[in-house]
């Protein structure tokens, strides 16, 4: 389904991220604030502009850049094993299951961190925040309008024009 060849299928097979014997065990899932235990790790679901900000609060501690990986497929294995393997937030992009099963949109795209690290998000997101980093994005924030020259003239003559009739 995902390769031309049995080969290639073989290599994309072994970029999975998979659990050692000793870390396979159960998986529970539950809304953050319910949770009835302290989760291994967070998973969200944000837009690219709202993923972004999770990135930036990631590294605004110790700078940097995140590393992640993306096959297409297995994005399961990347939100959960990967991220708690690696200690580190993950981008992933939704695979082609996610979106069937899952109902992930366009739009969507998750992101995962170490639970143990949730602090460190919080206070990523608030001092990026207080730095000028926002959601919404700010557009034509720096933005100055330059009119056409037929413009400037016309405001030059009214300028001119309410200047004499003081």
């Given at each position: 389904m995902y390769t031309e060849t049995m080969e290639a299928g073989k290599e994309a097979e072994a970029a999975v991220p998979e659990f050692t014997d000793?870390?396979?065990g159960t998986v529970l899932i539950s809304p953050l604030k319910r949770a009835a235990f302290q989760p291994d790790?967070?998973?969200?679901?944000?837009?690219?502009?709202?993923?972004?900000?999770?990135?930036?609060?990631?590294?605004?501690?110790?700078?940097?850049?995140?590393?992640?990986?993306?096959?297409?497929?297995?994005?399961c294995a990347d939100i959960v094993i990967r991220t708690k393997q690696s200690g580190e937030p993950q981008v992933i992009l939704s695979c082609y299951e996610d979106r069937v099963f899952g109902q992930t949109h366009d739009h969507e795209m998750p992101f995962s961190f170490p639970y143990k690290r949730a602090q460190e998000?919080?206070?990523?997101?608030?001092?990026?925040?207080?730095?000028?980093?926002?959601?919404?994005?700010?557009?034509?924030l720096q933005y100055q309008a330059e009119y056409?020259?037929?413009?400037e003239k016309l405001n030059r003559m009214w300028k001119e024009m309410s200047d004499t009739d003081q």
């Open positions: 000793e870390e396979k790790l967070v998973l969200v679901y944000g837009n690219s502009a709202q993923v972004i900000r999770m990135v930036a609060a990631a590294l605004y501690k110790n700078g940097g850049a995140l590393t992640s990986h993306f096959s297409a497929r297995a994005d998000m919080v206070d990523g997101l608030n001092g990026t925040h207080k730095g000028g980093v926002r959601y919404p994005i700010p557009t034509f056409p020259s037929s413009y």
